[in-house]
């Protein structure tokens, strides 16, 4: 079994930056691509961005393109996200999630792995 724990969330002024991390543990060798999600007070979970074993991304979500960016390190079984120029729509609990196998995917139902979230509130 694997497990994903995320780490780096925290309170940050709006135009601020956060970096959060998802470290793999257990039985982590697995190929599939690795995501990130989130999910805003009252809303439904968003995707955000994927990234495959080779290091190949999807499109971002458009909300946070040219903002954020995501990679991996899979020496270290860790996925990050760097979020710059931070927004108050931004605010949400993001979520990582891994594939046991394949490439990068956009819905939830696809990943098989998921962490327990870390809050990220932007404040003015």
């Known amino acids: 079994q694997v497990q994903l724990a995320e780490s780096g969330g925290g309170l940050v002024q709006a135009g601020g930056s956060l970096r959060l991390s998802c470290a793999a543990s257990g039985r982590t060798f697995f190929s599939g691509a690795m995501a990130w999600f989130r999910q805003a007070p009252g809303k439904e979970r968003e995707f955000v961005v994927a990234v495959s074993w080779s290091g190949g991304t999807t499109p971002y979500t458009p909300a946070v393109q040219g903002r954020f960016t995501i990679s991996r390190d899979n020496a270290k079984n860790t996925v990050y996200l760097q979020m710059n120029n931070l927004k108050l729509e931004d605010t949400a609990v993001y979520y990582c999630?891994?594939?046991?196998?394949?490439?990068?995917?956009?819905?939830?139902?696809?990943?098989?792995?998921w962490g327990q979230g870390t809050q990220v509130t932007v404040s003015s």
């Open positions: 999630a891994g594939r046991r196998l394949g490439s990068v995917a956009t819905r939830s139902d696809e990943y098989d792995y």
